[in-house]
């Protein structure tokens, strides 16, 4: 009976430390602003709203896999240029990511907050770069294959997910305004 005692004082005592651990930080690489700033090379003015229409929420609901999404998603826009500051779920965490489309393909892709206890390597060049020149082919998947980081699945497919809807939005937006461009 004291060896279990024993352990059970042990156990207590030790689990304050195992969670403090754990704590998820949050780790902002970026503020929006800047991010906005540099990709448009201006100071950002008032955003635009896409909403998602009727016609849009299947395709939405598709590329995020699940069935509640925003009603509307913010943009900038300089051009043919648009900016989007996206939000998906990597593992429990959303993660802040800005993506930057130009004549319906990817030229950045930014993690800007990072929330989750591990994975944030998906900031770094290496693993972001790969989403350069990716465009949406028609069947609603990225133009070129993105390489996963072990041990960070979940944040790998959160960052294909926002990338596929910000080719998408950006895409619908152009369409609405009467500039697309050819894919």
Avoid: C
């Avoid at 700033?37 to 590329?63: F, N, S």
């Avoid at 290496?126 to 979940?154: C, E, H, W």
């Amino acid at each position: 009976m004291r060896g279990i005692t024993g352990f059970l004082y042990f156990l207590i005592l030790l689990t304050p430390s195992l969670w403090a651990g754990a704590a998820v930080t949050e780790e902002t690489y970026l503020k929006t602003d800047d991010y906005i700033t540099a990709a448009l090379g201006q100071k950002p003015e008032k955003p635009g709203i896409l909403w998602v229409t009727g016609d849009m929420r299947p395709t939405v609901r598709q590329i995020l896999d699940r069935k509640t999404f925003p009603l509307r998603y913010r943009y900038w826009r300089n051009g043919n240029r648009t900016v989007w500051i996206l939000n998906e779920i990597g593992k429990v965490l959303p993660i802040t990511t800005g993506i930057t489309v130009e004549n319906e393909k990817i030229i950045d892709l930014t993690v800007l907050t990072y929330r989750e206890s591990h994975g944030s390597e998906i900031r770094f060049p290496a693993y972001s770069n790969q989403f350069n020149d990716v465009t949406l082919k028609d069947n609603l998947r990225l133009s070129k294959p993105i390489n996963g980081i072990s041990g960070a699945t979940l944040s790998t497919n959160a960052m294909k997910k926002v990338s596929r809807l910000a080719l998408y939005l950006h895409h619908k937006l152009m369409e609405e305004n009467g500039s697309t461009t050819a894919k």
